[in-house]
């Protein structure tokens, strides 16, 4: 069966999946030529065969599963804290990713010594004062009226501070971050969305996430490479192959360029979920891009192709 009509027999509603697995087949046929701008091998595009059936499967599996669990919680109508437990005894693998892809630090740590924009004044003061009006559930008068009464003045780094501070209840971090919206002369940037997308995308609430990722393209703000790291590395934990694929699909096509934690994020990701043959596909990519793997994660795909039963590749990069 050749690649068009492999398309053709995907159903019409997955027609944003079409499209994306057209690019992944397009990817994967030009990481299979070791050699630059030679085409691949007959033998080479029979192989990859099996591979676009594994991906149309996982396209399949997740769109069935997001159907299912559309009645499910929403960050956005929740009114009381997720009972997940103490937020501050865990570590899941996404606090630490978080913590490589950005600047001196993980993105939700919170910095008492911050300056303000223009370096002269210590903002921590302001965002203790509006963080505890965010945090205090106060019946009698609504979190919006009174930081509106309080009349405190927001920057980018006052607000993203205070939804650092919010982590343990994102429902009511997501309630400030689209009230600040309505104050008069701001603006969220870049490093607040990613806040706020890291924070939906831990409460698994992937709707949110693909809301305000819409809505960054919408206000022209710039996505950056921890904004789909952030995306990517959530939707590896929730085990959403699929959607981890056509996200780091959009980074390629939107940019920046993937960089050696995007990739290294889509392997572990894929050898977590065993699936071997796009791991693979991808640490070729990366290969030819002069991309190197630590100890680790090296280690962690060798046992994936291994377990797989695929020893011949397991052989070839080893």
């Known amino acids: 069966m050749n690649f068009s009509r492999f398309l053709s027999n995907l159903a019409p509603s997955t027609t944003t999946s079409r499209n994306n697995l057209l690019k992944l087949h397009q990817r994967f046929q030009l990481s299979t030529s070791s050699i630059k701008g030679k085409k691949p091998r007959e033998s080479e595009s029979q192989n990859l065969t099996p591979l676009l059936y594994e991906i149309r499967d996982i396209l399949y599996s997740e769109n069935k599963t997001s159907v299912q669990e559309e009645s499910g919680s929403s960050l956005q109508g929740r009114t009381q804290p997720q009972d997940d437990g103490d937020t501050a005894g865990k570590t899941p693998c996404t606090l630490d990713v978080c913590e490589n892809a950005t600047e001196k630090g993980g993105l939700l740590s919170s910095n008492d010594n911050q300056m ?27 979190m919006e009226e009174r930081l509106q009464n309080a009349s405190f003045e927001y920057s980018g780094e006052i607000v993203e501070m205070v939804l ?19 104050v008069e002369g701001f603006r969220h940037n870049t490093r607040t969305y990613n806040v706020m997308i890291y924070m939906a995308a831990e409460a698994k609430d992937f709707r949110l996430v693909d809301a305000l990722l819409e809505e960054m393209g919408k206000n022209s703000c710039e996505k950056n490479i921890k904004t789909w790291s952030i995306v990517i590395s959530h939707c590896g934990d929730a085990k959403l192959i699929g959607k981890a694929l056509l996200v780091f699909e959009r980074m390629k096509k939107h940019g920046p360029k993937p960089d050696l934690l995007a990739y290294k994020l889509m392997l572990n990701a894929l050898c977590n979920a065993g699936k071997a043959d796009i791991a693979f596909e991808f640490y070729k990519e990366m290969s030819n891009d002069g991309m190197l793997l630590d100890d680790r994660l090296f280690k962690k795909l060798l046992q994936c192709l291994a377990a797989s039963g695929d020893a011949i590749q397991a052989h070839k990069i080893g």
């Open 116 to 142: 303000g924009a223009s370096g002269d004044y210590d903002v921590s003061p302001i965002v203790h004062k509006i963080t505890g009006i965010v945090r205090d559930e106060n019946d009698a008068v609504s």
């Open 164 to 182: 650092k501070r919010c982590f343990k209840v994102p429902h009511l971090a997501f309630r400030f971050f689209n009230w600040v919206k309505s």
